[in-house]
């Protein structure tokens, strides 16, 4: 017993020898957690590492069952979050321990990829079966290997975004492992109290008429500051109000910037219009201290590998599957922006960049990213990995920030969730706001959806849907499936283009965030995304094949908006005939071909041809617009969402003008909250 304690005294030592600096807040932190560790957890490092203190082990089998709870009680005295970590002196190779984990596993395991990530010691394991893999499992796993695992579900198809992540993690993992420990120092750096910022780099002029509050109204819906009293709040509007597109907002603290998403607008060819006003504001891209993603639509994302390629090298918070989704999305803009010889302000380099700087964390769980700054991601029922990001500054003031959002549950997803403990600020969304946007019931949807399908299959004439390719299409995918098996629509060959079916693979992978109904159907072993139905056309030769069967079919391509893409050819070709119709099932934004289509404000279109020749289109085809797919919020649903959430304040952003207005005052006139719709540039005081 006295041998014990004296190995336990030294090796406390020796530790504590090894972080023995000036003192800092790191060190303190350190030394409180060593003092009560016990010696056989083996602990032989703890360090800050990003949002987590990383406790590295050489006794996998004791920190992962006996030290957890003792670090639950210290997680929730200390107020930050631990991860075990193991030693890597005791990780094995990656062959061997492919090797290992096949002997370890069950006959009915089937693996299809392993992926260890040295920058962590986590080994991630896509197999059949991955409730197999319980903790006990895990456990034997990490004591003969010295990785933790993480399980995916095999997807159909193997991904290419997903191995064009795990290559690109590869390839940076001491990069990575350099970037999260110096990323942990300033997240727990000793709060600043009152950051000076430097006034220089901000526009001086102007009618300082409010000098308490250092936010100042000029009056043309611009605004500007000097600098942040203490415990005062800030919100820059940089994008995506007033208008659908480019969202992007940064809250700004006297310790504190951090960016609500990064979006550019599609349908906008000018830099100015296309992408989020930072221009106006001066910011230096490293002084912000962290890009929070809501998802992965590109008018939320598309512009963060620019961000990336001017200076930026921090932190970017998302969900975990929206990092693939993200990559698939702005790979897509590399390649579409080649093929068409279109500038775009980033090059695939620069989507490794945001690949290596994106910390992924799940639903629900408070994640420090600032001194004074927690953030909590939860459902947001839009699109598989959307989130709402409160934000919890300093206790004092809490935001939510919605994100796109779905407050009804679909096919594809639950319902967002909408209970908060507190919120002051709601930025809430509005692409639905007008008191006459009402979807109608989903049985409604459907029928509309399918007598519309009928009535062109029935008529010998092709049905295109242009959808999205994240999202709507699996959304829509499930319902013609449903459909179709219960005989409501008339059976017909489903054609899928674009980059549908690797956006279904990602959504297999990560099939455990998808909604209830799904995911009791995946553990029954059936792939939603595999109906007999469906069939996957390859590029132009195919496509031709498609399009001059007599046969009457159904297409789904992607763009949703017939902006580029597949849909586009399509559409030259189903447009001129009236037996044909296209049917759109996602909001259309101003100025695409897809809105002007259904607005109905031309009859014809100067396009290229499959030869190159600029060929005038008839549209004589059917149009209709089913909203009731949208994975938006409809008006009652938002202003549900504003009652449920219950803020002291409400802004109003991604809507035309006209909605976002709607949704303010109603919720002025219903629920007496205070309410506006902000601009463009406009810096707004929250606190
Ligand atoms: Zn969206």
Redesign the pocket.
């Known amino acids: 017993m006295a041998d014990k304690d004296n190995t336990e005294t030294r090796h406390k030592r020796v530790l504590k020898e090894n972080y023995r600096r000036p003192f800092n807040r790191e060190s303190l932190v350190i030394s409180t957690i060593l003092e009560s560790l016990p010696t056989e957890a083996q602990i032989t490092t703890v360090r800050f590492e990003g949002p987590n203190i990383a406790i590295y082990t050489k006794n996998p089998k004791f920190s992962l069952t006996e030290l957890t709870y003792h670090l639950s009680s210290l997680s929730r005295s200390l107020k930050k979050r631990f991860i075990v970590r193991t030693d890597p002196s005791i990780r094995i190779p990656e062959d061997k321990t492919r090797e290992e984990i096949s002997k370890l596993l069950p006959k009915e395991i089937i693996v299809s990829a392993v992926f260890c990530d040295e920058a962590t010691g986590e080994v991630v394991l896509e197999v059949n079966k991955p409730e197999v893999i319980d903790a006990e499992m895990v456990i034997r796993i990490a004591q003969s290997t010295g990785w933790i695992s993480h399980t995916r579900l095999s997807p159909h198809i193997p991904s290419t975004s997903i191995s064009t992540i795990h290559s690109t993690l590869k390839a940076s993992a001491r990069e990575r492992n350099n970037f999260l420990q110096e990323l942990g120092k300033k997240i727990f750096r000793h709060p600043l109290l009152v950051r000076n910022t430097n006034s220089n780099n901000y526009p001086s002029e102007g009618n300082y008429s409010d000098q308490k509050s250092n936010v100042i109204e000029k009056g043309d819906g611009r605004s500007e500051y000097r600098h942040l009293n203490k415990e005062e709040v800030v919100l820059f509007c940089l994008g995506g109000v007033k208008q659908v597109g480019r969202s992007c907002f940064v809250v700004m603290t006297t310790e504190s910037k951090v960016m609500l998403d990064c979006g550019i607008n599609p349908a906008e060819p000018e830099p100015l219009s296309a992408f989020p006003r930072l221009d106006c504001f001066n910011f230096n891209f490293d002084e912000l201290d962290a890009v929070i993603v809501s998802?992965a639509?590109i008018?939320?994302q598309g512009f963060l590998p620019t961000l990336f390629k001017h200076g930026y090298s921090g932190p970017v918070y998302c969900t975990e599957p929206t990092l693939p989704l993200m990559t698939l999305l702005q790979m897509d803009s590399v390649k579409i922006a080649k093929s068409n010889g279109t500038y775009l302000p980033f090059e695939v380099r620069d989507v490794y960049e945001v690949i290596k700087h994106c910390i992924t964390i799940p639903y629900g769980k408070p994640t420090d990213i600032s001194p004074d700054i927690t953030i909590t991601l939860n459902n947001a029922g839009?699109?598989m990995g959307s989130a709402t990001v409160h934000l919890n500054i300093s206790g004092v003031h809490n935001i939510l920030y919605s994100g796109?959002y779905k407050y009804a549950k679909t096919q594809l997803l639950d319902g967002t969730l909408s209970i908060y403990p507190r919120v002051e600020t709601l930025i809430t969304e509005s692409t639905y706001g007008n008191s006459t946007d009402v979807m109608p019931e989903q049985s409604i949807v459907y029928r509309t959806f399918t007598d519309n399908i009928n009535k062109t299959l029935t008529g010998g004439g092709k049905v295109l849907i242009p959808v999205p390719a994240v999202g709507r299409a699996q959304e829509i995918m499930l319902v013609l499936d449903k459909e179709m098996r219960e005989g409501r629509l008339m059976e017909s060959p489903i054609y899928i283009e674009g980059m549908i079916s690797e956006a279904s693979a990602v959504h297999m992978s990560y099939a455990h965030y998808l909604g209830y109904e799904v995911r009791k159907s995946v553990s029954q072993g059936i792939n939603p995304f595999q109906s007999e139905y469906f069939t996957v056309v390859n590029g132009p030769t195919n496509r031709a094949d498609v399009l001059n069967e007599e046969a009457p079919s159904i297409i789904m391509a992607t763009s949703g908006m017939l902006e580029g893409g597949p849909s586009v050819e399509y559409f030259k070709e189903i447009a001129p005939s009236d037996r044909n119709r296209i049917i759109f099932v996602s909001y259309q934004i101003n100025g695409t071909l897809g809105r002007r289509v259904l607005d109905g404000t031309m009859n014809e279109v100067s396009m290229l041809d499959r030869n190159g020749k600029l060929k005038v289109i008839p549209v004589r085809c059917e149009t209709k617009r089913i909203d009731g797919f949208s994975?938006h919020s409809d008006f009652n649903q938002i202003m549900n969402f504003v009652s449920r959430v219950k803020p002291k304040r409400v802004l109003v952003n991604h809507g035309e003008r006209s909605k976002s207005e709607s949704i303010a005052s109603a919720v002025h006139y219903r629920y007496k909250i205070r309410s506006s719709v902000p601009d463009n540039r406009e810096i707004v005081r929250l606190r």
Do not use: L
């Open positions: 998802h639509h008018d939320h839009h699109i796109d994975g």
